[in-house]
Every structure is written in C-alpha cells, then in structure tokens.
Nanobody, 120 residues
Framework: QVQLVESGGGLVQAGGSLRLSCAAP????????MGWYRQAPGKQRDLVAT???????TYADSVKGRFTISRDNAKNTVYLQMNSLKPEDTAVYYC??????????????WGQGTLVTVSS
C-alpha cells in the first residue's frame, strides 16, 4: 500500500502555531495538486489548502492569512504552517496527493491523519 506519512499534530493554545508535514514515498512522483483536508467532529471533510506543481496555492476562506502551504520537492514533502490557531481549527488533518507511482501509474493517495487540538 502506498500511503503518505503525516506528522506535526498536537495540542496548542489559541493563538499558537503548528507545522504539519506530509511525506510521499520515493516511488511517487507528485504532479498537479497536493492538498490538506480536515474533518472536525460531526462535520464533513473539507479542503483546507492546495498547491499545484507550478506553485500556485488556494486556501479556504477560514484559513486565509493564517495558514501557508508549501512543498519541498527534493524531500517529496508538503507542509502546512498554521499560525494564529483558533479552537475552530480543531480537527483531524489529512494530506492528499495525486501523482505517478512507479509501476502503478496514476494514483490518489491519502495520509493517515494527524490530530490538531486548539484549546481556548
């Protein structure tokens, strides 16, 4: 199974910061867009941010100005820098990538999820 490996979640006070990381295996060459999603208790999974192969980014209105998505191509890793965190940011965050996997062709791959909890 090909899976993205996430890290960086945890407990933080409102106003604090966290940096999430999502690493793809070397067998996966990510093309087009990568994204971060989140799912809060009792709610659907929503898109948080995306980044294309050309570096263009999009953000949900709720995180604009606070979150920054970036990519380190050499490490095959995407990051989500989260600043000025609010309690409503509390959710399980999932990384998604679309790319060409060696010997398997085009695949959409998800991370296992990392929990972010923001206290008041």
């Amino acid at each position: 199974q090909v899976q993205l490996v996430e890290s960086g979640g945890g407990l933080v006070q409102a106003g604090g910061s966290l940096r999430l990381s999502c690493a793809a295996p070397r067998s996966m060459f990510v093309i087009n867009a990568m994204g971060w999603y989140r799912q809060a208790p009792g709610k659907q999974r929503d898109l948080v941010a995306t980044i294309t192969s050309g570096g263009s980014t999009t953000y949900a209105d709720s995180v604009k100005g606070r979150f920054t998505i970036s990519r380190d191509n050499a490490k095959n890793t995407v990051y989500l820098q989260m600043n000025s965190l609010k309690p409503e940011d509390t959710a399980v965050y999932y990384c998604n990538a679309q790319g060409l996997v060696t010997g398997a062709g085009w695949r959409e791959v998800w991370g296992q999820g990392t929990l972010v909890t923001v206290s008041s």
